[in-house]
């Protein structure tokens, strides 16, 4: 590595190899340029940005002291490692992050080994390195185990299952809290830095071991009262009673943007035998750009914006997002009721309650990343007579599925599940795409399933919902905006179990669930050039499913295909079961169902991920074409 004075450290450092290279006094420098690459990067490319400024100095830090990617090094989430990423040799491709063919925004085990374990859903880092550091010793390995959470990730109760777990162990892992809006951590600043450093230093360990052996040899009754004294006295000085009542090493908190406190503490750990230990950092989110630090919620996932005045793109489109439409529908709805309440799992604003919150913010109840309490506490509400809708993503239900089988389903409980993110969802790549709700959903006896073509339908969807107070129900619509449909002065509840006809033919049928409707309709144009009259039907509902309507399209038509926005198992296996079950399937119509690809398509637009999965109108086009065994499309008479 040269050492040429003119020269950016950042161009230098290529690996953290270099990394480890410099001189501690260089890592100031080499954190401000990781920041200024780090916020250039995100104005480009758009993302979260907010997180990963926070954990700037942290990341320069861990790099620095650890040997990675022989030591394991974990971030939960994975939203905050861009700067994770420039170090770790991939700043050459940086600019490509969340676009096709690019980097991904989240770590990733298939783009570097210095990504040990793909997240993107949060709170399961710490579980993950418990088993890399069981692994470890099984196997008489000596690398370190480092998994950093922030404390959102914090809420969900996969965090103290895995911390509870690895303090009965008592395995040697690192837990990193990063402690990013000062809701845990009391004030921090040189006395508690310099605590921090002796208490992870080996000269007082050793003395509490040695306290520890010498309470064993005490009497019960005294042994108790030493020992509370003792972690009163403790806990006074340094906090982290939990932490330590969980098994933990609690060391902090300190300073996540001071290379002076962090970087003798890290190496104390580093060095330290015994485990596990947690260290408590305090970061800022935004930390080092005022535009991020003054909205840390805005600037947490951004699109491309000014670097100089931190003004984001305006969207070109005047559409409204289903988000924003069911929104502004359940706050309707629940001007008119009482009795309908809101929970979301720390995303308001992505599942559009926010607009609900401003109205009724004693309605709205965020409980944090905790999806598995979400589902039971709808429960509870529900089972007292109000009307609970549980808004999350489509990738995000699947966590809390036992609890929807069990203390929604079971009980015949009415919760009404607002599912987001249904299909494909563009630069958050395959960790966010909502692919199963539909097939793991409708085996779950008596619940109402509905998907929005449109956000008119939804409008009537969240009406449907209000209205069913005597069995669970769900509904499913895509990230993004809408079709510009004409919407309702308000959603009107839709007869359960009944689709409609957009378009009647006579050849091919074609049966949407969901969002795919207008590309049917688009290909229904280009079938009737080819000579091929088709029907346009739209289900709404998968469960209860309109049968007569299946077997009508079956009967009238030569090919019908089924379309959904979902996996395999889902509304094209609950039609073909409902053809066999009344013996429609003898009447010799060729039927084939169209579902997301039985493979995870990495990010891109969402416009080519669909044309991938072949679920756009020249892939349902070359479904029938497939269908009738013709390979080539041929117009009819008189038809361009």
């Known amino acids: ?44 490319t758009g993302g979260h ?49 969340r676009q096709e063919g690019g980097l991904s925004g989240f770590t990733r085990r298939a783009e570097s080994e210095y990504d040990p374990f793909g997240t993107a859903h949060s709170s399961t880092s710490i579980s993950a390195g418990l088993g890399m550091a069981v692994a470890r010793d099984l196997t008489g390995a000596t690398n370190r185990v480092i998994a950093v959470i922030g404390d959102g990730a914090m809420s969900a109760g996969m965090a103290y299952e895995a911390m509870n777990n690895a303090g009965h ?27 921090a450093r002796l208490v992870s230093g080996r000269t007082y360990r050793k003395v509490r071991s040695l306290a520890k052996r010498f309470l064993s040899w005490l009497p019960e009754r005294f042994r108790d009262k030493v020992a509370q004294t003792e972690e009163f006295a403790r806990s006074f000085v340094t906090g982290g009673t939990l932490f ?84 502004e529908a359940l706050s309707a709805e629940a001007g008119r009721d009482d009795r309908i309440v809101a929970i979301t799992a720390a995303m308001p604003a992505g599942t559009g309650l926010d607009l609900f919150g401003a109205r009724f913010p004693k309605r709205l109840f965020d409980v944090g990343i905790a999806e598995q309490h979400a589902v039971t506490f709808a429960a509870g509400l529900a089972a007292e007579g109000f009307k609970p809708f549980c808004a999350l993503y489509s990738t995000f239900l699947q966590r809390g599925y036992d609890q929807v089988v069990h203390d929604v ?38 619940i109402v399933l509905m998907a929005a073509a449109d956000e008119a339908e939804l409008m009537h969807m969240v009406a449907t919902a209000v209205s069913l107070d005597d069995r669970p129900s769900a509904f499913r619509y895509p990230r993004g905006e809408g079709v510009g449909v004409d919407l309702p002065e308000r959603g009107v509840p839709l007869p359960i179990g009944k689709g409609r006809i957009l378009r009647e033919g006579t050849k091919v049928a074609l049966f949407s669930y969901g969002a795919r ?8 144009d280009e079938l009737a050039g080819y000579g091929l009259p088709t029907t346009v039907a739209d289900a709404r509902f998968a469960k209860p499913l309109d049968v007569d309507l299946l077997r009508r399209l079956a009967r009238e038509h030569e ?31 060729r039927i084939r169902t169209l579902t997301l690809p039985d493979r995870n398509l990495e990010q891109a637009s969402p416009a080519s991920l669909y044309a991938a999965a072949g679920l756009n109108s020249g892939g349902i086009v070359a479904a029938v074409f497939a269908a009738i065994g013709r390979l080539e499309p041929t117009r009819s008479a008189g038809r361009a």
């Open 244 to 327: 330590e009542e969980l098994g933990f090493y609690y060391v902090g908190p300190i300073d996540g943007h001071n290379l002076d406190h962090l970087l003798p503490v890290l190496h104390n750990v580093a060095r330290a035998k015994n485990g596990p230990f947690l260290v408590h950092v305090v970061t800022q989110k935004g930390k080092g750009y005022p535009p991020a630090e003054e909205s840390p919620d805005k600037f947490h996932g951004v699109g491309k914006f000014d670097v100089v005045t931190g003004t984001q793109a305006p969207n070109q489109s005047n559409l409204p997002t289903f988000t924003r439409v069911f929104g």
């Open 409 to 446: 389903a079971l009980q015949n409980l009415p919760v009404r599940f607002a599912i987001d993110r249904a299909g494909y969802v563009g630069a958050d790549g395959p960790t966010h795409a909502g692919a199963f709700d539909t097939a793991f959903l409708a085996p779950l006896p008596g």
């Open 169 to 195: 162990l008592g395995s040697n892992l690192i837990v990193i809290l990063n402690d990013n809006d000062m809701s845990i951590a009391p004030p921090v600043g040189a006395m508690s830095a310099y605590l």
């Open 1 to 44: 590595m040269t050492n040429r004075p003119d020269t950016p450290l950042l161009d230098r450092v290529t690996d953290p190899a270099e990394l480890r290279k410099l001189d501690e006094r260089q890592l100031k420098q080499l954190a401000a340029e990781v920041r200024a690459e780090t916020i250039d990067v995100v104005s480009r």
């Open 517 to 524: 409707l207008q590309e049917c309709l688009a290909a229904a």
């Open 49 to 97: 940005l907010g997180a990963g400024l926070g954990v700037v100095e942290l990341t320069v830090a861990l790099h620095y002291v650890f040997d990675t990617p022989r030591d394991r090094l974990i971030w939960d989430v994975g939203h905050q490692a861009y700067p994770h990423k420039i170090l770790t040799g991939r700043r050459e491709r940086i600019r490509t992050l």
């Open 559 to 589: 090919v019908l295909i089924t379309i959904e926005e979902g996996s395999s198992g889902g509304f094209g296996a609950i039609c073909l079961e409902a053809l066999a079950r009344t013996g429609a399937l003898d009447a010799g119509v």
